[in-house]
């Protein structure tokens, strides 16, 4: 079955801008989402479709898909921001959708 | 406003069947191309999607659990039911229902944590 490897954690100091990856083969010829989890929460969708940003959700936020990496990137982190962040494709020639194993996020 | 809410037991025993609704407002799920789909995160793991079903009946289930899961909808009560058959300590998990957008998932429940035990 299809793999989305996904570093377990991320640290960035406040202001600095923080880099989530998710592999997977040949990734970027699939549309690839991302959603924030925090505690207490239900998960936000925060990129859909690999750039595309849902209303709401600032401009800080982006995505991009090449390869076998795709990435979202959180510019002027913010303490708001920490959070586990999971990638999500479909596989088609499965159709099963797929997660990542999740990234916390930390802001030190 | 797209709402969705997951009710079902808290606690079940193993072997048991677990039967979750979805109940949601905002859309209609007879309407052309509108998905919903059930994901759970077990505590401390990942996300892990189960199930989706679609606004023409169409089902999909996770491979590794299709011969436990069962979906369905009642279009008059804008409800998606999910039932999980022989459940076991590991399906302890929070239960989320989830809209689908494209491929993705848009509007999530508030989920609702299942503890299996007996």
């Known amino acids: 079955s299809y793999v989305l490897a996904q570093p377990p954690s991320v640290s960035v100091a406040p202001g600095q801008t923080a880099r989530i990856t998710c592999g997977g083969y040949n990734i970027g010829e699939k549309s690839v989402h991302w959603y924030q989890l925090r505690p207490g929460r239900p998960p936000v969708l925060v990129m859909y479709d690999d750039r595309d940003r849902p209303s709401g959700i600032p401009e800080r936020f982006s995505g991009s898909n090449s390869g076998n990496t795709a990435t979202l990137t959180i510019t002027r982190v913010e303490a708001g921001d920490e959070a586990d962040y999971y990638c999500q494709l479909w596989e088609s020639n499965s159709d099963q959708w797929m997660f990542g194993g999740g990234t916390r996020l930390t802001v030190v | 406003q797209v709402t969705l809410r997951e009710s079902g037991p808290a606690l079940v025993k193993p072997t048991q069947t677990l039967t979750l609704t979805c109940s949601f407002s905002?859309?209609?799920?007879?309407?052309?191309?509108?998905?919903v789909s059930w994901i759970r995160q077990p505590p401390g793991k990942a996300l892990e999607w189960l199930a989706r079903?679609?606004?023409?009946?169409?089902?999909y289930y996770n491979t590794s659990l299709k011969t436990r899961l069962s979906i369905s909808k009642d279009t008059s009560k804008n409800q998606v039911v999910l039932t999980m058959t022989n459940m076991d300590p590991v399906d302890t998990a929070t239960y989320y229902c989830?809209?689908?957008?494209?491929?993705?998932?848009?509007?999530w429940g508030q989920g609702t944590l299942v503890t299996v035990s007996s």
């Open positions: 989830a809209r689908m957008r494209g491929s993705g998932f848009d509007y």
């Open positions: 905002g859309f209609s799920i007879r309407s052309r191309g509108i998905y």
């Open positions: 079903i679609d606004w023409d009946d169409d089902k």
